[in-house]
T-cell receptor, first 112, second 114 residues
């Protein structure tokens, strides 16, 4: 299984800031892409799926660039509650089966 | 929404003992369950993929005789850490496919081997 790479951060931003994270993946057989959020010592929770056409959910916008093999997450008007680790997740389906491949996560800390 | 119930939440055991972790899908059938391990400040690393009624597929470097996976029904998958050692101390978490709409995770099990 090939890697998914993220800048680990931490990203320290004030409330109201706009922050963007990128994630690159090395296996072109990757088929589906997601951003998950993980709070300390908790399980990951799905934040949003990522599509080539881009998708937006409130303050969050995700984008996929298949040609360059990267995905991005943009958070506008950051809130204190956005502080967490954001995991880039790639679904890989190959002859070995299906697997979710996680990036190491990008830590965001929003301060007042 | 679809929920995976994982137990126990945390466990402390002595070296050499075995620990079983259960994941149950509460309101859906989980044909495939993924088992992950996460060390502090590390990513979730896939250990194995379990399919109901068949043998689990283990990732390279994961000892199948040490991490026994059983997926005997569409709602239950178990991971048994056999002869646990302190280096097995980690956060173990299961995940099930929601059939194209994403994946749902158990709440995780924090294992400490002393």
């Amino acid at each position: 299984r090939k890697e998914v790479e993220q800048d680990p951060g931490p990203f320290n931003v004030p409330e109201g800031a706009t922050v963007a994270f990128n994630c690159t993946y090395s296996n072109s057989a990757s088929q589906s892409f997601f951003w998950y959020r993980q709070d300390c010592r908790k399980e990951p929770k799905l934040l949003m799926s990522v599509y080539s056409s881009g998708n937006e959910d409130g303050r969050f916008t995700a984008q996929l660039n298949r040609a360059s093999q990267y995905i991005s997450l943009l958070i506008r008007d950051s809130k204190l509650s956005d502080s967490a680790t954001y995991l880039c997740v790639v679904i890989l389906r190959d002859q070995a089966g299906t697997a979710l491949i996680f990036g190491k996560g990008t830590t965001l800390s929003v301060s007042s | 929404g679809a929920v995976v119930s994982q137990h126990p939440s945390w466990v402390i055991c002595k070296s050499g003992t075995s620990v079983k972790i259960e994941c149950r899908s509460l309101d859906f059938q989980a044909t495939t369950m993924f088992w992950y391990r996460q060390f502090p400040k590390q990513s979730l690393m896939l250990m194995a993929t379990s399919n109901e009624g068949s043998k689990a597929t283990y990732e390279q470097g994961v000892e199948k005789d040490k991490f026994l996976i059983n997926h005997a029904s569409l709602t239950l998958s178990t991971l048994t850490v056999t002869s646990a050692h302190p280096e097995d101390s980690s956060f173990y978490i299961c995940s099930a496919s929601l059939g194209g709409t994403g994946y749902t995770f158990g709440s995780g099990t924090r294992l400490t081997v002393v």
